[in-house]
């Protein structure tokens, strides 16, 4: 098991993995931008005027910063959650790289992702206890059916907010500080070391998928950020804390399923929530069968550009992971006094 005792080699590990995640990303992805668009593995942007084509998926150097770092750590502390962590977030890749190539049918994500969950289970990367806002919860024996759920509605719910340039990227970012955070108070200094590349290949990648997007994550790229954000909260006893931080997702994901009715791939929506008009801003579609979500929500006043939505998911974003800082001081206070 990893035993930092010293904070000089947590900085070193800090440092490394960090700069290893980060730029292996911002040298990778201008590599497989060309690689991509020579195979003409693009799609179109509709909602720009020229409908440019875009290069997709970028999971590949998603996973990748993401798989070098954490076995750069791994040979330095040899703990065998790291490799959960890993192996969770390479299946994940994987299942989303096989959703790239072929539309699956919409059971396949949450099903399959129960797969990538195992190695958490295997490798005793998760406690005994579930931390909640009020104090803790010793549910040994739940906790594994726990994580078998708790994985595929993560990585499924942070895939739903990829809707618009730059909006998951920059959703991961914001709300990965917020879970860091719990992690260095809740968990411990192998995990937060664990979770860092989650914030740095979302924060270069977001250089590339920024508007205009120079490139898609796929689903292969929002599978294996929303494993990695569930992997280490599991690892790092910070899981209500993820939860709240996620919450603009989530309820992106229910509204969606609540006016569906069932679970399906959202490439098989014929009734979109939103519509293109003439200037290229989006607005609210008027069709009753068009499915709800949190992009139909925010343009119920409106019409809006990309931009200034985007800006508003990540206000919603920024106002969740506050609730979830505002859960930590009270987890903290509460494991203080008790």
Do not use: C
């Amino acid at each position: 098991m990893l035993n930092l005792n010293f904070l000089n080699d947590i900085i070193l590990y800090g440092v490394i993995v960090s700069v290893v995640s980060f730029f292996s990303v911002l040298i990778l992805t201008p590599s497989l931008i060309k690689i991509l668009t020579i195979k003409g593995e693009v799609v179109q942007d509709y909602h720009k005027a020229e409908r440019p084509r875009i290069p997709r998926p970028a999971g590949p150097v998603l996973a990748a910063g993401i798989g070098i770092a954490e076995i750069i750590l791994y040979i330095f502390t040899a703990d065998l959650r790291i490799v959960a962590i890993l192996l969770t977030s390479t299946i994940a890749f994987i299942i989303g790289y096989i959703d790239d190539k072929r539309v699956m049918p919409g059971w396949f994500k949450p099903m399959a992702l129960v797969l990538a969950a195992i190695p958490l289970v295997v490798l005793g990367a998760h406690g005994n206890y579930l931390n909640l806002i009020f104090g803790t919860a010793y549910i040994p024996l739940l906790y594994i059916p726990l994580i078998l759920i708790a994985l595929p509605v993560v990585g499924n719910t942070i895939n739903s907010i990829d809707v618009l340039n730059g909006a998951v990227s920059g959703f991961v970012v914001i709300t990965s500080i917020p879970l860091l955070t719990s992690i260095v108070i809740f968990g411990d200094n192998g995990i937060f070391l664990a979770a860092l590349p989650l914030f740095f290949v979302s924060l270069a990648f977001y250089k590339f998928h920024k508007n205009p997007s120079r490139i898609f994550p796929g689903d292969s790229g929002t599978l294996v950020l929303g494993a990695m954000y569930g992997s280490v909260a599991i690892a790092g006893n910070s899981e209500i804390v993820g939860v709240i931080a996620l919450l603009p997702a989530v309820m992106n994901s229910f509204l969606f399923l609540s006016s569906v009715k069932r679970i399906v791939e959202h490439r098989e929506v014929k009734s979109r929530p939103t519509i293109l008009t003439e200037d290229y801003k989006l607005a609210a579609s008027s069709e009753q069968s068009a499915p709800v979500t949190l992009l139909r929500l925010i343009l119920t006043r409106g019409p809006l550009s990309e931009d200034s939505i985007v800006h508003q998911i990540f206000m919603l974003a920024a106002f969740s992971s506050i609730l979830s800082f505002v859960s930590i001081l009270i987890q903290y206070y509460f494991l203080e006094m008790y």
